[in-house]
């Protein structure tokens, strides 16, 4: 047999390495993107709301008007997604994140579903949809 020079180990190897190397950046990209959104821009507060409530509930904003818009919701249970519609209530994209930062030609409304936690009687829950502002 010829010797290539090049082990099956060794392309392993290099494989894994390049992998990991991959998901790094990507985590970096995602870390920085989001540190310059914090620093580049100013948050100003569109509806910010905190309610206590009971059973699985979910939160529709008012038609939004374009452009950047950062969007946290919490709860003391689950935010199951925040959902991006268009006006005429079809789905533009969905995030299982409790932020989301969502840029739009187009006017669009805001939907956060919420899960109840278990044995539980009422619990609280929040939104905030802040309009991203260059500094």
């Known amino acids: 047999m010829k010797d290539t020079g090049v082990s099956d180990m060794g ?3 290099k494989l894994f390495v390049g992998f ?5 950046i990507g985590i970096v990209a995602v870390f920085g993107i989001q540190y310059y959104y914090d620093v580049a ?8 709301k905190s309610e206590r409530v ?4 979910f ?7 374009p452009g950047k818009y950062k969007i946290t919701a919490d709860s003391e249970g689950t935010v199951e997604k925040i959902t991006i519609l268009d006006e005429s209530g079809n789905v533009l994209t969905e995030s299982e994140m409790n932020e989301l930062i969502y840029a739009s030609t187009q006017p669009f ?5 919420y899960k109840s936690p278990a044995n539980v009687d009422s619990y ?3 939104v905030g949809i802040y309009r991203l502002e260059k500094k």
């Open 11 to 13: 392309l392993l190897k």
């Open 54 to 57: 009971s059973g699985d509930v």
């Open 41 to 48: 821009y100013e948050k100003v507060p569109v509806e910010v």
């Open 20 to 24: 990991f190397l991959l998901l790094l």
């Open 59 to 65: 939160y529709l904003s008012h038609v939004l008007q």
């Open 124 to 126: 609280t829950v929040s």
């Open 109 to 113: 409304q805001v939907r956060v579903d």
